[in-house]
């Protein structure tokens, strides 16, 4: 007797048996050759990492290889669409990635583990922050990739050629392959260009306790500043990418139009870090890239270990598996942050798109397998006349792999043609000194103390209103200030006997006053309460009360004059009528 699953039956079975139309079934499987289950279980593999990895190379073979349209996302009205981006002939092409890389992830891998760059050397030079930091400058010039003068380690700069300064991503230096495309096709572009490595990169110690961060925007700030002073008929262009990105539309947010910076490019920007968070560790296939950053985040902090392990958790540094985790136990400790969603709701640039004042480009790809598309601020970007954003439907996270040896990023191509274009035309920002835009709403919950967490797990935002001591102890003050003025006000009255005489001669009208001052105390106390709590938080809200207060009792203050003004009048005109 043979058994399968709850099936038995004997050889001699009758044909129609259910049983046996299941070992005619294995017999017949078992006569296809091994090889053909071989090439089944490939093919399974092949369609499910195709899938995986989101490869769009069918696609492009069934367009014959044509590539896709780039979106671009303006306002009706932008004179720097009209008279820039629209003489861009990159930006109205089309972008076939390299068929052999035609994938998200594959574009971004390659990148990062062999990029290809274009071989050359930086020149080196040390840049000193006020708070006593130190920042790597690594400059590329043009002459430096014409070979027409002899190279020197001195930075010598042309005051008519424009400079490009480059803010790298998270954990990049100059030495990062994307960077090394970007700086040498800038450079035969006749431009000079600068990259301004975060502090501790680029093989630079930490000298001071003040650390990078994705809202870090100090350093870009003084390097500008610095580069404006130094070379001031220098026209200043900027590129930042990925998490520089970041850095970069916050900054160009946060200074307006009082800034010396003609124009600028933002490439995969992850715009809401809040966003980029829920997504880099929602799939399987993010995670590998949170994994992959975290590490990287750790190697820099190793680098800087006694740094970090004096201000920051270096425990938990070492036990960090993501992205979040470092920036529970060392960014959001160094840069005092309640908590990391604080940390990102703060830093993330896209709550200062609306405040940009100078042109903009902005390149994102919607298949950035880091920065996703959920995050890009559309609206915003539309509602900016400055601003243009360009979002090709492929090219990875700073990838954008093309050509069949793929020795080319489309995105350099793109935003060397936008800067040159942009240097050519009469639309380059000039420097306003005007105030800085107003900073976005905070609201209450990003205000410290941040939130309470209680021992069931339950989280509550705290506030600043005073508590019920601090109410008493300020009755009490008040009671005791009350009553000093009594006593007062006594021992005035002992002292001087001809105001008792005035006084007890008009205690009508004192009655009057006194009834109406009454009032007029019931409607100040509640503001004299809490005047000085307010005057510790904001300057412009004590004043703000001081006019509601005197705008409600202005009636009653303006009754109890009447009382005693007119009746002085009415005193006045009989003392003068009986004189006539």
Same mark, same amino acid.
């Given at each position: 007797?043979?058994?399968?699953?709850?099936?038995?039956?004997?050889?001699?079975?009758?044909?129609?048996?259910?049983?046996?139309?299941?070992?005619?079934?294995?017999?017949?499987?078992?006569?296809?050759?091994?090889?053909?289950?071989?090439?089944?279980?490939?093919?399974?593999?092949?369609?499910?990492?195709?899938?995986?990895?989101?490869?769009?190379?069918?696609?492009?073979?069934?367009?014959?290889?044509?590539?896709?349209?780039? !979106? #671009?996302? &303006? *306002?009706?009205?932008?004179?720097?669409?009209?008279? %820039?981006? $629209?003489?861009? =002939?990159? /930006?109205? +092409?089309?972008?076939?990635?390299?068929?052999?890389?035609?994938?998200?992830?594959?574009?971004?891998?390659?990148?990062?583990?062999?990029?290809?760059?274009?071989?050359?050397?930086?020149?080196?030079?040390?840049?000193?922050?006020?708070?006593?930091?130190?920042?790597?400058?690594?400059?590329?010039?043009?002459?430096?990739?014409?070979?027409?003068?002899?190279?020197?380690?001195?930075?010598?700069?042309?005051?008519?050629?424009?400079?490009?300064?480059?803010?790298?991503?998270?954990?990049?230096?100059?030495?990062?392959?994307?960077?090394? !495309? #970007?700086? &040498? *096709?800038?450079?035969?572009?006749?431009?000079?260009? %600068?990259? $301004?490595?975060? =502090?501790? /990169?680029? +093989?630079?110690?930490?000298?001071?306790?003040?650390?990078?961060?994705?809202?870090?925007?100090?350093?870009?700030?003084?390097?500008?500043?610095?580069?404006?002073?130094?070379?001031?008929?220098?026209?200043?262009?900027?590129?930042?990418?990925?998490?520089?990105?970041?850095?970069?539309?916050?900054?160009?947010?946060?200074?307006?139009?009082?800034?010396?910076?003609?124009?600028?490019?933002?490439?995969?920007?992850?715009?809401?870090?809040?966003?980029?968070?829920?997504?880099?560790?929602?799939?399987?296939?993010?995670?590998?890239?949170?994994?992959?950053?975290?590490?990287?985040?750790?190697?820099?902090?190793?680098?800087?270990?006694?740094?970090?392990?004096? /201000?920051?958790?270096?425990?938990?540094?070492?036990?960090?598996?993501?992205?979040?985790?470092?920036?529970?136990?060392?960014?959001?400790?160094?840069?005092?942050?309640?908590?990391?969603?604080?940390?990102?709701?703060?830093?993330?640039?896209?709550?200062?798109?609306?405040?940009?004042?100078?042109?903009?480009?902005?390149?994102?790809?919607?298949?950035?397998?880091?920065?996703?598309?959920?995050?890009?601020?559309?609206?915003?970007?539309?509602?900016?006349?400055?601003?243009?954003?360009?979002?090709?439907?492929?090219?990875?996270?700073?990838?954008?792999?093309?050509?069949?040896?793929?020795?080319?990023?489309?995105?350099?191509?793109?935003?060397?043609?936008?800067?040159?274009?942009?240097?050519?035309?009469?639309?380059?920002?000039?420097?306003?000194?005007?105030?800085?835009?107003?900073?976005?709403?905070?609201?209450?919950?990003?205000?410290?103390?941040?939130?309470?967490?209680?021992?069931?797990?339950?989280?509550?935002?705290?506030?600043?209103?005073?508590?019920?001591?601090?109410?008493?102890?300020?009755?009490?003050?008040?009671?005791?200030?009350?009553?000093?003025?009594?006593?007062?006000?006594?021992?005035?009255?002992?002292?001087?006997?001809?105001?008792?005489?005035?006084?007890?001669?008009?205690?009508?009208?004192?009655?009057?006053?006194?009834?109406?001052?009454?009032?007029?105390?019931?409607?100040?106390?509640?503001?004299?309460?809490?005047?000085?709590?307010?005057?510790?938080?904001?300057?412009?809200?004590?004043?703000?009360?001081?006019?509601?207060?005197?705008?409600?009792?202005?009636?009653?203050?303006?009754?109890?004059?009447?009382?005693?003004?007119?009746?002085?009048?009415?005193?006045?005109?009989?003392?003068?009528?009986?004189?006539?």
């Amino acid at each position: 007797m043979e058994w399968f699953g709850d099936c038995s039956f004997r050889l001699d079975s009758p044909p129609d048996s259910p049983c046996n139309a299941y070992r005619l079934l294995l017999r017949s499987l078992s006569l296809i050759p091994v090889s053909h289950y071989l090439i089944a279980a490939a093919i399974s593999l092949i369609t499910f990492l195709y899938n995986f990895i989101e490869c769009h190379f069918l696609q492009d073979l069934f367009s014959g290889f044509a590539g896709d349209p780039i !979106h #671009l996302t &303006y *306002h009706p009205s932008s004179i720097i669409y009209e008279a %820039v981006v $629209s003489k861009c =002939r990159i /930006l109205h +092409g089309r972008y076939l990635a390299t068929p052999w890389l035609a994938s998200p992830h594959v574009q971004t891998c390659f990148l990062n583990f062999f990029g290809r760059p274009p071989r050359f050397s930086y020149r080196r030079q040390l840049f000193n922050t006020p708070d006593g930091g130190t920042i790597a400058l690594d400059w590329l010039t043009s002459s430096d990739v014409s070979g027409d003068v002899l190279r020197t380690n001195d930075v010598s700069i042309d005051e008519s050629t424009p400079i490009v300064v480059v803010i790298p991503g998270l954990t990049s230096d100059s030495s990062s392959a994307y960077l090394k !495309h #970007l700086a &040498y *096709h800038t450079a035969k572009c006749g431009w000079n260009i %600068v990259i $301004s490595n975060h =502090r501790g /990169l680029g +093989g630079v110690s930490i000298t001071s306790d003040c650390f990078y961060n994705a809202g870090w925007t100090e350093d870009v700030r003084t390097v500008v500043k610095y580069l404006h002073n130094e070379h001031p008929r220098t026209p200043l262009f900027l590129v930042g990418t990925s998490i520089g990105a970041n850095v970069l539309v916050k900054y160009l947010g946060e200074e307006g139009e009082n800034l010396p910076v003609a124009g600028a490019v933002a490439i995969c920007s992850p715009w809401d870090l809040l966003v980029s968070d829920r997504f880099i560790s929602r799939r399987r296939v993010q995670k590998f890239y949170d994994r992959a950053l975290a590490f990287g985040l750790k190697g820099y902090a190793k680098l800087h270990q006694p740094h970090f392990s004096r /201000l920051a958790n270096w425990e938990g540094i070492e036990k960090s598996l993501s992205i979040r985790d470092f920036d529970h136990h060392a960014t959001r400790v160094v840069g005092k942050y309640e908590t990391v969603d604080t940390y990102y709701r703060r830093c993330s640039s896209a709550s200062y798109v609306q405040s940009v004042s100078i042109p903009l480009l902005c390149i994102s790809a919607l298949d950035d397998p880091v920065c996703t598309k959920e995050a890009i601020p559309w609206d915003e970007c539309r509602a900016n006349k400055n601003i243009v954003l360009a979002t090709p439907k492929h090219g990875g996270h700073l990838a954008f792999f093309e050509g069949i040896t793929g020795s080319r990023l489309w995105w350099v191509r793109a935003t060397n043609e936008f800067l040159d274009v942009l240097h050519s035309s009469e639309y380059m920002h000039v420097q306003k000194k005007i105030s800085k835009p107003s900073t976005p709403l905070v609201t209450s919950i990003d205000q410290g103390p941040y939130v309470n967490v209680t021992d069931d797990g339950m989280v509550a935002a705290l506030n600043n209103e005073p508590s019920t001591d601090n109410v008493e102890e300020l009755h009490a003050i008040q009671e005791d200030s009350t009553h000093g003025k009594v006593l007062e006000d006594k021992v005035n009255e002992k002292d001087d006997p001809v105001a008792n005489a005035k006084r007890g001669g008009s205690s009508s009208m004192a009655q009057t006053s006194s009834a109406h001052d009454s009032v007029l105390n019931d409607v100040i106390t509640p503001f004299k309460t809490y005047l000085g709590p307010l005057t510790r938080q904001s300057r412009w809200s004590t004043w703000l009360l001081v006019y509601i207060a005197i705008a409600t009792s202005w009636p009653l203050v303006g009754s109890a004059l009447q009382i005693v003004f007119g009746k002085k009048l009415r005193k006045t005109s009989r003392g003068g009528s009986v004189r006539r």
